[in-house]
Nanobody, 124 residues
Framework: QVQLVESGGGSVQAGASLRLSCTSS????????MGWFRQSPGKEREFVAH????????DYSDSVKGRFTISRDRATTTLFLDMNNLKPEDTAQYYC?????????????????WGQGTQVTVSA
């Protein structure tokens, strides 16, 4: 069992930056790809970014590309999401997830462990 705990969310104004963190309870998560997803009220959970087990492959949704950066520290099994130039449409609950394999995916079904989420609210 892998437990994931997100932190770093908050309420900011448009244009601000935030860094989300996700800590894992087990070192074995360091051998798996990780991802960030988000969900707004009334909407389905959507892909934000994923990173391969060694950080060599990263992928971003079009809506965050160029503004968000995903990274990981395998030594501490911590996943990060640096979010810059935040927009009101980025407002959502953000979730980190551990994939079933070492290669990430945009599909929710590729992830078998999820955190409880951290809220990000961006005001205009």
């Amino acid at each position: 069992q892998v437990q994931l705990v997100e932190s770093g969310g908050g309420s900011v104004q448009a244009g601000a930056s935030l860094r989300l963190s996700c800590t894992s309870s087990r070192r074995t998560a360091s051998n798996n790809a990780m991802g960030w997803f988000r969900q707004s009220p009334g909407k389905e959970r959507e892909f934000v970014a994923h990173i391969s087990w060694n950080g060599g492959i990263k992928d971003y949704s079009d809506s965050v590309k160029g503004r968000f950066t995903i990274s990981r520290d395998r030594a501490t099994t911590t996943l990060f999401l640096d979010m810059n130039n935040l927009k009101p449409e980025d407002t959502a609950q953000y979730y980190c997830a551990a994939a079933r394999s070492s290669v990430g995916s945009r599909e929710l079904g590729a992830y078998n462990y999820w955190g409880q989420g951290t809220q990000v609210t961006v005001s205009a």
